[in-house]
Structures are given as structure tokens and as C-alpha cells.
């Protein structure tokens, strides 16, 4: 089965500073690799995701991602954040092949101070 | 376009009551799929449909929860009764295939539930 592991849960910044969130998925097989942000009051949207490739994907609003196979990791990135950037990040992983659902994380909530 | 419409947006009820959540997903989207998303916690999937077939029900509590999309476009969730533990928002996304894995899910408001 697979599963996600988002370590932090919780992520106060200031303005400007650089992020990084962790995800860390357990799979065997090929994957598919996405982050969702859902801001607050809004749903759930895609930010970016990985199926084949370049292992460095770029997504909306300057986020970037890198899928790193042999530490089964795939850690969202900003180089500098914004206030708007407030939300929850969720890290999601379905199988290459056969179920299509995604299996998430528990989450990590981004603050940024102005 | 349109994106995926759910509701009610917020339901309260009580234990032991009944409940029922309505999923519009984007026009021509095959795949719909019901989460669960417990506060704290990411979502989960409850059940997978391909146009009106189950494809995935494998995390449904049958006892107390059903799902139906009978036509292959909209879909309906219900739990009866309802536990406490019931209490939690419920996602309904799209994707257009559900045969691609790389294949965006779209994402609805959710419904949040509270079962007091």
C-alpha cells in the first residue's frame, strides 16, 4: 500500500524567506507525484506534479518541485514566499499503473507573516 | 468551465440521523471520486467511479455508507446511521479519464459535516 509522510506540520515564515516542505512516499512501483494547496475558504488546487521526465517540475505561482527517487522524496520549494502564500500544502502520490486515486499526506499549514 | 459542485456546503445532524452529499463533476469528466478529509488529516479516498461502475470501494464503510452515480455524471453519498467519527468534510473531485496516471484531479468545496 501507499503511503505519505509530510514531517512538518506546521511552518511559520516571514515574508521573503525561502520554503521547503518535505514529502516523503512509500511505494515500490513507478508513481505519480502531485501537490495540492488549498487556500483559505478555497479548495483544493493543483500546484504541480510529476509523471515523467525532468525530475524538476515548476508549477503555478513560482513553486518548484524535485522528484528524488532514490530517497523516494519530493519536496516543494519557493525561493521567496509571500504573504498570499498562506494556506495548507498537501503532498499526494498515486501508483504509475492500475489505481488512480491519490494517497495524501496529513498536510503541512504555511504561515507567513507580513 | 465550471468546476466540480457539491452540496450542501455545511451540514449538522445528529447521531444515529441520516445524510446525503451531491457531486456535479466537470462536464465530460469519467472519474469521480468521493474523500473523506478528517480534520488534521489529508484526505482519503472512500470510493472511485468510472462513468456508473465502481472501479474502487475498497476504504467504504458499506455498513453505513453508500454511493451511487447512476447515469455516469452526477453522484450522491450517503451515510445512515451517522457516528460521530462521521464528522469530517467531504470531497468530491474529477479527473477526465481516470486511465492516465499523471491525470489532474479536480476538486469540489467539499461538504463539511458535523455529526454532534
Known amino acids: 500500500a501507499q503511503s505519505v509522510s509530510q514531517h512538518n506540520h506546521h511552518v511559520i515564515l516571514s515574508e521573503a524567506a525561502s520554503l521547503e516542505l518535505g514529502c516523503n512516499y512509500s511505494y515500490g512501483g513507478t508513481v505519480n507525484l502531485f501537490w495540492y494547496v488549498q487556500y483559505p475558504g478555497q479548495h483544493l488546487q493543483l500546484l504541480l506534479k510529476y509523471f515523467s521526465g525532468d525530475p524538476l517540475v515548476k508549477g503555478i505561482k513560482g513553486f518548484e518541485a524535485e522528484f528524488i527517487k532514490s530517497k523516494f522524496s519530493f519536496n516543494l520549494r519557493k525561493p521567496s514566499v509571500q504573504w498570499s502564500d498562506t494556506a495548507e500544502y498537501f503532498c499526494?502520490?498515486?501508483?504509475?499503473?492500475?489505481?488512480?486515486?491519490?494517497?495524501f499526506g496529513s498536510g503541512t499549514r504555511l504561515q507567513v507573516q507580513p | 468551465e465550471a468546476g466540480v459542485a457539491q452540496s450542501p456546503r455545511y451540514k449538522i445532524i445528529e447521531k444515529r440521523q441520516s445524510v446525503a452529499f451531491w457531486c456535479n463533476p466537470i462536464s465530460g469528466h469519467a472519474t469521480l471520486y468521493w474523500y473523506q478529509q478528517i480534520l488534521g488529516q489529508g484526505p482519503k479516498l472512500l470510493i472511485q467511479f468510472q462513468n456508473n461502475g465502481v472501479v474502487d470501494d475498497s476504504q467504504l464503510p458499506k455498513d453505513r455508507f453508500s454511493a451511487e452515480r447512476l447515469k455516469g455524471v452526477d453522484s450522491t453519498l450517503k451515510i445512515q446511521p451517522a457516528k460521530l467519527e462521521d464528522s469530517a468534510v467531504y470531497l468530491c473531485?474529477?479527473?477526465?479519464?481516470?486511465?492516465?496516471?499523471?491525470?489532474?484531479?479536480?476538486f469540489g468545496p467539499g461538504t463539511r459535516l458535523l455529526v454532534l
Open positions: 499526494a502520490v498515486n501508483a504509475g499503473t492500475g489505481r488512480r486515486a491519490l494517497t
Open positions: 473531485a474529477s479527473s477526465l479519464s481516470g486511465l492516465a496516471g499523471g491525470e489532474t484531479q479536480y
